[in-house]
């Protein structure tokens, strides 16, 4: 019988994000190659993306997310057939400059989690 509980090795907690951006790839021998790629989720060290290629592991990536303001250099450590492309899990050594979702993206990742509809807070008309 399969093992149902996956073992989490991550170190730290991930945060699930949604942007697209561009990204830098060099390989062994110093080819660089730029690729689209989604940004899926994102931690102090860590990120998973979708590409349209695959990357070998060890391949270096350079991105930078102007949305989150973060980005970095690290080294796929994983790359995996997805959909109609590729899943790559990434290791970034120095850090991401991530430090998890804030304000109003909490209201609304909240809001995806309940099903509650966005509610903006109303102020009472003053009387003259």
Known sequence: MPNLLKHERRREPRDEVNASLG??????EGRETRLQA????ISLRGAKMTVAQKLPK???VYFYCQKYGIGGRGSVRYCNSYKQGYEIGLEFPSGT???GLQGSELLTL???VHGAPSVEPQT????A
């Open 23 to 28: 990204i830098l790839c060099t390989d062994n």
């Open 38 to 41: 989604h940004l899926v989720d």
């Open 58 to 60: 060890s391949t270096t």
């Open 97 to 99: 400059g991530w430090k």
């Open 110 to 112: 909240a809001e995806k």
């Open 124 to 127: 009472e008309p003053s009387q």
